[in-house]
């Protein structure tokens, strides 16, 4: 986005009563640097300066109209970010960037600069013709972060929100950036759909189906690379493995990150300690007796996912 312009970078106009409207710039410039070249009427005059003061940088060409009561540093630049903050500055008290400008954000969903969308409390309104709005009685209950300055809804109220807008396929992609990339497992997204659960709740049908597909696998396991091979087979629509099955075979107990029982199919995904000489000797060991007790152990490296996942569905497709 453009850069706030500070206080040295104005020229010292002629038209200008420097005595009375440069400590307004000098004021000004810490706000605008913070909320990328944006200030409110109501800011300005709570830094101490008249509306006197304003007009007199807007009609000197210092600062320029945003929006109502909205005012920046005249020939900055209106990036999205901008937008952004635009929208939260007109806003009432306590709305939040969401949906899919909160996505994008974040950085997940494959969402590029999307329309400017926030909510507002119930019956607080704001219409613009570049902002997409939603009102909501539980925007109290958002987990409110802040990303280069703008308030925005976190990744937990995402989950939420998203599932009201986007296709189904586009929201389990952004649901799995979201656990895979940034730690948020299932139980922490079935406590936060048990909290906004209400009737008609926009966006709660897609978490609860999505959460479904989940809480109906046997099993525990929320380690990354398992997690990848698991919403690999699910969206394959391949029936669900047991996580962590545990069985005894050669005389030990072993746990296997993913299993069909009942076919005796083993999936282990071998994260990158496997690549250690001992944790090697040990998972031939553990294949060896594996396969004796009359199991299929198909293997999938965590370094190499990409190359390994189309074969692992490929004969999981033929054993299935």
């Given at each position: 986005m453009?850069?706030?312009?500070?206080?040295?970078?104005?020229?010292r106009?002629?038209?200008?009563?420097?005595?009375?409207?440069?400590?307004?710039i000098?004021l000004?410039a810490?706000?605008?640097?913070?909320?990328?070249s944006?200030i409110?009427?109501?800011?300005s005059?709570?830094?101490?300066?008249?509306e006197?003061?304003?007009?007199h940088?807007?009609?000197n060409?210092?600062?320029?109209?945003?929006d109502?009561?909205l005012?920046?540093?005249?020939g900055?630049?209106?990036?999205w970010?901008?937008?952004?903050?635009?929208?939260?500055?007109?806003?009432?008290a306590g709305?939040?960037?969401?949906?899919?400008?909160?996505?994008a954000?974040h950085?997940?969903?494959g969402?590029?600069?999307?329309?400017?969308?926030?909510?507002?409390?119930?019956g607080?309104r704001?219409?613009?013709?570049w902002?997409?709005t939603?009102?909501?009685?539980?925007?109290?209950?958002?987990?409110?972060?802040?990303?280069?300055?703008?308030?925005?809804?976190?990744?937990?109220?995402?989950?939420?929100?998203?599932?009201?807008?986007v296709?189904?396929?586009?929201?389990?992609?952004?649901?799995?950036?979201?656990r895979?990339?940034h730690?948020i497992?299932?139980?922490?997204?079935?406590?936060?759909?048990?909290?906004?659960?209400?009737?008609?709740?926009?966006g709660s049908g897609s978490?609860?189906?999505?959460?479904?597909?989940?809480f109906?696998?046997?099993?525990?396991?929320?380690s990354?690379?398992e997690?990848?091979v698991?919403?690999a087979i699910?969206?394959?629509g391949?029936?669900?493995?047991?996580?962590?099955h545990e069985l005894?075979?050669g005389?030990?107990?072993?746990?296997?990150?993913?299993?069909?029982?009942?076919?005796?199919?083993?999936i282990e995904?071998?994260?990158i300690?496997?690549?250690?000489?001992?944790?090697?000797?040990?998972?031939?060991?553990?294949t060896?007796?594996?396969v004796?007790a009359?199991?299929?152990?198909l293997?999938?490296?965590?370094?190499?996912?990409?190359?390994?996942?189309?074969?692992l569905?490929?004969?999981l497709?033929?054993?299935l």
């Open positions: 453009g850069g706030a312009t500070v206080a040295a970078d104005f020229p106009s002629s038209l200008l009563s420097e005595e009375v409207v440069y400590p307004l000098e000004a810490p706000l605008l640097r913070a909320q990328h944006l409110t009427r109501r800011q005059i709570r830094l101490g300066n008249s006197a003061c304003v007009r940088l807007l009609r060409g210092v600062w320029e109209t945003v109502t009561g005012y920046g540093p005249t900055v630049a209106m990036t970010r901008r937008q952004l903050m635009a929208g939260v500055l007109l806003a009432p709305s939040l960037i969401s949906h899919r400008a909160s996505a954000l950085g997940v969903g969402l590029d600069r999307p329309r400017p969308e926030i909510t507002v409390p119930r607080r704001l219409r613009r013709p902002l997409i939603h009102e909501s009685l539980d925007l109290a209950m958002a987990d409110r972060i802040v990303i280069d300055g703008i308030p925005t809804t976190g990744l937990r109220r995402l989950a939420v929100d998203l599932g009201g807008v296709s189904f396929a586009r929201f389990k992609h952004t649901i799995r950036e979201i895979h990339g730690g497992s299932s139980d922490q997204l079935l406590h936060t759909y048990l909290r906004h659960k209400r009737q008609g709740r926009t978490l609860r189906d999505w959460l479904d597909r989940y109906t696998i046997a099993g525990t396991s929320e990354g690379p997690l990848v698991l919403d699910l969206d394959a391949l029936a669900p493995p047991v996580r962590q005894r075979v005389g030990r107990t072993r746990r296997l990150d993913l299993a069909y029982p009942a076919l005796k199919i083993a995904v071998d994260g300690q496997h690549d250690d000489v001992d944790v090697g000797e040990d998972d031939a060991a553990r060896e007796a594996l004796t009359g199991w299929t152990v293997r999938v490296r965590a370094r190499k996912l990409a190359t390994d996942l189309p074969g569905l490929r004969e497709r033929t054993r």
